[in-house]
Structure formats: structure tokens, C-alpha cells
């Protein structure tokens, strides 16, 4: 890549970044929803899941219904332990992938359908790069806030349960090896779909909420992940993880793919 095209590709991210975080469609959820699943979720959880366990009952019962491996992976843990350790590392773990997915989504819907709205796409439209280097740079202005949102989702995950889980684990044991490949390799495969399929929607509808609403169905795959857990088909393993991250960037590569193909200037100037 020249330098020129280096130059233009950065202008384009810094733009998009800046007027994105300038929206309140976007600031908002931006700040609210990583506080609750990073930081709502796991404290209540903690809390209030070893006082559970001690009385007994349903969620007791539930537990006995995991993936007997995954129940293996906590044998010689008392009741509470079992609770916290199966609650917070693996069964709350997909929910660390909706913050990048979400985010991607919602930066990748204002990246056209945005533009559309505020009357500014014809502008860039007539930039002076080419097709490829539009898209990459689109993709780009929602992949990389979106992957050091979640990375930084996951550190205050990390932090808040270890700190809250303290007084019955009496030790960290957070992060774990599936902990840590499912914040470097997936968190981002599954940024790169989110935004793929949201930014190949959003150059064809006319506005944010369109394209938001239209690439939201990607968050369905991780509401699946936690169910699966649930009900003891699955546990989120260290292989099973690296395998789900090597799926998820196939499926990012086709789309990156897709939309280089199909992505074409003019036929955005033709519905203007």
C-alpha cells in the first residue's frame, strides 16, 4: 500500500470515528452496555450466586444438568465455588463477545447508511480513493474500536469478578487459557463478522436504525452459545473455543471478500 492510500485510509477511520463518537445513538450504548455485562452482570452474580448454592434448590439442580465434562472441570470446589467458577468463566463467557459484536454493528450502520442521513455521502463518494480502499477504511473506523472496546470489556470482566468472587474462591481464576483465546483470536474474528455483514447492509438501506436493526441478527449466534451451555450440549473448552475463532474468520474472510466484489460506487450515486 502507497503512502498516499495509507494517508487516505487513515483520514477516512479518524472521520468516521470522530462523528461517530459525536452521535448519541452510538455514545450511549457505547458506555452503557459494556458497564453491564462487564461489570452489572458478574458483581450480581457473585454476589448472589453462593448464597444460592448454600440454601440449595433449583439452581443447584440446574447446575447438575452442564455438560458432565464441564462439571468434571470443577470437581473438589465446594458448592459456592462450583456456582461462581461455572456461572462466571463459562457460562457468562459468549456474553463478552455481544460488546464487539454490538459495537461493530452499530459503527458499521452509521458508516454509510449514516453518511446517507447526514447528507455527506456524495461528498465521499467522489473522493478521490478507490473502491477498495473506501470499504477497507470503512471497515476498518468500526473493527478497531470495537476490538480495543472489547479487550478492554475484558480486562474490567476479569477484574470486577475476581474482586467480587474474592470472599468465596479466596484467589484469582480469572483469566483462564479459554479466557484469554477468546478475548485475542474470537473477540476480533467476531468484530469482523459483525461489521462485515452490517456494513454490506448499510450501503444499501437508507438509514442508521436500518442497517442497525438489519445487522443486529448477528448477536443470535452468541444468545445460542449460552443456551447450549445451559442445557449441557457444549462447554466452552479451549480447542472448541480456538475452533469457534478459526470458524468466525472464515466466515469475516467471505465476507470481506463479498463485499469487495459487490461494493461499487456508482451504484450508491445512482440512489442518492
Known amino acids: 500500500m502507497t503512502g498516499r492510500r495509507a494517508r487516505a485510509i487513515r483520514a477516512i477511520v479518524a472521520k468516521d470515528v470522530r462523528v ?12 452503557v452496555v459494556p458497564v453491564l455485562f462487564t461489570v452489572g452482570l458478574p458483581l450480581l452474580f457473585a454476589l448472589i450466586a453462593p448464597a444460592a448454592a448454600d440454601q440449595g434448590g433449583d ?83 468500526a473493527w478497531l474500536p470495537a476490538v480495543t472496546l472489547g479487550l478492554g470489556a475484558f480486562a474490567l470482566y476479569c477484574l470486577t469478578a475476581n474482586v467480587a468472587a474474592w470472599p468465596v474462591m479466596g484467589r484469582v481464576f480469572l483469566p483462564t487459557w479459554m479466557w484469554v483465546v477468546l478475548a485475542l483470536w474470537v473477540m476480533p474474528a467476531a468484530a469482523a463478522v459483525g461489521l462485515g455483514a452490517t456494513v454490506l447492509v448499510s450501503a444499501r438501506v437508507s438509514t442508521f436504525q436500518e442497517a442497525y436493526q438489519l445487522g443486529g441478527v448477528v448477536v443470535l449466534p452468541v444468545v445460542a452459545l449460552v443456551v447450549a451451555q445451559a442445557v449441557g450440549v457444549i462447554y466452552l473448552s479451549v480447542w472448541l473455543v480456538a475452533g469457534l475463532g478459526l470458524v468466525l474468520w472464515l466466515a469475516a474472510a467471505a465476507l470481506l471478500w463479498a463485499g469487495a466484489r459487490r461494493f461499487r460506487r456508482a451504484e450508491m450515486i445512482a440512489r442518492l
Do not use: N
Not at 461517530?20 to 458506555?31: C, G, H, M, R, T
Not at 442521513?117 to 473506523?141: C, N, Q
Open 20 to 31: 461517530a463518537f459525536a452521535s448519541k445513538a452510538v455514545l450511549v450504548p457505547f458506555i
Open 59 to 141: 439452581l443447584v439442580r440446574q447446575l447438575g444438568e452442564l455438560s458432565p465434562t464441564l462439571l468434571a472441570s470443577v470437581a473438589g470446589l465446594d458448592d459456592p465455588q462450583k456456582v461462581v467458577v461455572l456461572g462466571l468463566v463459562y457460562l457468562l463467557a459468549p456474553l463478552l463477545l455481544v460488546v464487539p459484536l454490538m459495537f461493530a454493528s452499530v459503527l458499521a450502520a452509521d458508516s454509510f447508511a449514516g453518511e446517507k442521513e447526514r447528507k455527506t455521502l456524495e461528498a465521499l463518494i467522489y473522493s478521490p480513493v478507490s473502491d477498495r480502499d473506501l470499504l477497507s477504511a470503512k471497515m476498518l473506523s
